[in-house]
């Protein structure tokens, strides 16, 4: 007797941690082979609970990414599976099932202007059929969240941006979803804004448990926020990783010119050329997690192997829950002794253009 094969259903398999999966994602607007492919062969990944960003400029692909996921659009070809349901040809009821599981904030906010905030934050659960004193209960809590209670009865127009922010996350967290997309929804703010809202996002994720795609073109966004991140360049993902590697180590040029934006501490090619002129020294660049080991032994390997150190360049860089130093150094002293403070050096961090 022969045991009954396992059943195939042709699924792919998804890990249980995997919120949302991309899988060899193409999407051509057009005519396929005169078309513009607007994503090309993405493969991401995105976890539960964590804060994912996807970073590109202008016309990266970013949000047609978000469509995609959110089942607003439909791929080319290549699958997304959102907590373990194929979405890619699902539509009408089961499509809409999913979709109520997923916020959406928006750059412009995209709030109702005849309607009063409360009403706002009140229409997808109109939608969901709640009755009066639900929807009354629901969206104070909402406005408490986000600290907007005293705001119910005034209309959008009377708010500041930030304020208008966080009445549309109020709005998006209506239905109670698990993964929350935010397209660009700090690019319309000024940099103390975007903090609060930043904040807000987080708190969203920390308290709610809620898993949330940020979508920007700032760095400076992910910095604050992202666990992890990845890199859309002409509809390619270029990079990815945690926030931390990338920053510390980025390796495309696409993401160099990203970090470079907003990570004061390395010198660019320039820099580094003038520095060079400058310095008659062997110049080498350290990246840490732990400055103060560096310093450490840094100064530890200088005074054992006789060599004078001198800081050319450098800082430290803020992420969510850690930073990122980078210190570009001067080292002058005898070959040996030089090396060998390169190679204590290597042991606190990751070193960069050891070469005299
Ligand atoms: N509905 C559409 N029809 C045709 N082309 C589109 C459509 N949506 C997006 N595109 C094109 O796809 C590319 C990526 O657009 P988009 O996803 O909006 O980028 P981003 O959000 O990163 O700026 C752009 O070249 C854009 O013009
Ligand atoms: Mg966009």
Partial sequence: MTAPLAKSTGEAVVPPDT????ESVSKVFGKDDEGHRALDDVDLEIRRGEIFAVIGYSGAGKSTLVR???GLEQTTSGTVTVDGVDITRLRGKPLRAIRRRIGMVFQQFNLMRSRTVFGNVAYPL???GLGRAEQEDRVAELLSFVGLLD???TYPEELSGGQKQRVGIARALASDPDLLLADESTSALDPETTREVLALLRRVNEELGITIVVITHEMDVVRAIADRVAVLDSGRVVETGSVRDILGAPQSETTQRFVAAT???????DRLQQLREAYDDTLVTVTVTDERALGSVLSAAARRHGVDFEIVYGGITDLKHESIGSFTLALRGPDTGVLATVDALSAAGTVEGATA
Avoid: E, S, Y
């Avoid at 990570?263 to 090619?269: I, K, Y």
């Fill in 19 to 22: 919120l949302v999966r991309l």
């Fill in 68 to 70: 995609l996921i959110n």
């Fill in 263 to 269: 990570v004061g501490n390395r010198p660019n090619a």
């Fill in 126 to 128: 109109q939608l969901a």
């Fill in 151 to 153: 705001k119910a009865w």
